[in-house]
């Protein structure tokens, strides 16, 4: 079985390739020795995938069997001409049962071009031995923008919010200073995921591969306080603010290190967000909150949003134990959660335990087999012991409740 980074890496082999062949084959056509090198390597990099596999473009963004391909964001124009021409086949989906060959995947350039040029129904018309076509039933593509399942659109909008938030990261290192749009683009992607499927950007932010970087573990941080204070049925104004202060403090106190500190952090960070004073009609109600939740932040004695400031300070405790405790290593989000009902006192723990569920995504268990496991999220609604698991390669709710270890 291919490894997730192994299928991430053939994915976005995939993408470029096909990319350069509709490119290719639509500027010189089918019988250009340029267009036949690229059928080629096309039958290379699907010979070395394994098979069957499946391509879906949906949501701004590619997947290998509906797992999200990790896309440079350089790279990110060859995936929106992708999806264009899967749009105008209408199709979702080319699924690899059989390696077909070269010269038959250039009947597959063939289509793809027609796609290119505009709608057409060439995917029908001319099938391509070995590959399939699919619409997917939960996803359909409109004039101006896509729809999909919860899933993939609450999972798109995660990996775009990290990026957003690498670029802040990148910028902070380089020059010192707060990007404004990425941090504010970040929390409205967190937003857009966690009310398609909270779960699943729990899932993807424990269980993806990469690295934890400091702009990872920041968006984990003011995911946490976004989806803390929605159960609690704050103001949407207030969510949104507050994930934002919670987002730029974070990823200052991550990038400089654990001796700077939450508050120090926000102290850094607030004359950037509150900017010159002189042009304060220019400043839009949303700065003016980020600027106060981040104040507050630093106050020693609070009198503005002071359960709000609490909530930050401990979902921001819980992330900068993600390494600290783990020399070496990355924490899972149980340990987490665990030594913050040991060693904080603030009722946001609870509030956050019976949020993410006793045995959140990431958590080893073992099941009443003796196999080990590894919890993907909620699973029986009436037993939190029996959570949805995957074993070796299956997915399934165990019939009887797992423990952990």
């Not at 879906?56 to 929106?80: F, G, M, N, T």
């Not at 990038?255 to 700077?260: A, D, E, I, N």
């Not at 609070?302 to 300070?313: D, K, S, T």
């Amino acid at each position: 079985m291919m490894s997730t980074d192994q299928a991430t890496s053939v994915g976005s082999k995939l993408v470029d390739v096909l990319f350069w062949g509709v490119k290719t084959a639509a500027a010189f056509g089918l019988d250009h020795e340029v267009t036949r090198e690229v059928a080629e390597e096309i039958h290379a990099i699907m010979q070395s995938a394994g098979i069957p596999r499946s391509l879906q473009l949906v949501a701004d963004a590619a997947y290998l069997d509906r797992e999200l391909i990790a896309i440079r964001p350089d790279d990110y124009s060859k995936v929106h001409v992708l999806l264009k021409v899967f749009g105008n086949l209408g199709v979702d989906e080319l699924s690899i049962r059989r390696v077909p060959s070269a010269p038959q995947l250039l009947r597959l350039l063939e289509v793809l071009t027609e796609g290119l040029i505009g709608p057409s129904r060439a995917a029908e018309d001319q099938p391509v031995p070995g590959l399939v076509w699919r619409a997917i039933p939960t996803a359909s593509v409109g004039g101006s923008c896509e729809v999909v399942d919860d899933e993939m659109l609450a999972i798109t909008q995660l990996s775009l919010a990290i990026s957003d938030a690498e670029r802040a990261e990148a910028e902070l290192a380089k020059a010192g200073t707060w990007l404004w749009e990425s941090g504010l683009s970040a929390v409205r992607r967190l937003e857009r995921g966690l009310t398609s499927d909270p779960s699943a950007v729990l899932r993807a932010l424990e269980l993806s591969p990469g690295e934890w970087s400091a702009a990872r573990r920041a968006v984990g941080v003011a995911r946490c306080v976004q989806q803390a204070l929605d159960i609690v049925d704050s103001p949407a104004s207030l969510v949104r603010a507050t994930g934002h202060a919670a987002l730029a403090a974070a990823l200052v106190s991550f990038v400089h290190g654990p001796s700077l500190g939450l508050a120090n952090a926000a102290r850094q960070i607030l004359p950037e967000i509150e900017g010159d004073r002189a042009l304060v009609q220019e400043t839009t109600p949303h700065r003016l909150r980020v600027a106060t939740v981040l104040r507050s932040l630093c106050a020693s004695d609070r009198r503005e949003l002071a359960e709000v400031a609490a909530l930050v300070e401990v979902a921001h405790t819980l992330e900068s134990w993600r390494v600290s405790i783990c020399p070496g290593g990355i924490a899972p989000r149980i340990d987490l959660l665990a030594l913050g009902l040991e060693r904080v006192e603030s009722p946001w723990v609870k509030v956050i335990i019976n949020m993410e569920r006793l045995l959140p995504p990431g958590a080893q268990v073992q099941l009443h087999d003796g196999r080990g496991a590894v919890v993907l999220g909620a699973g029986d609604p009436l037993d939190p012991w029996r959570p949805l698991v995957i074993a070796g390669a299956d997915v399934f709710i165990p019939e009887q409740p797992v423990r952990v270890g």
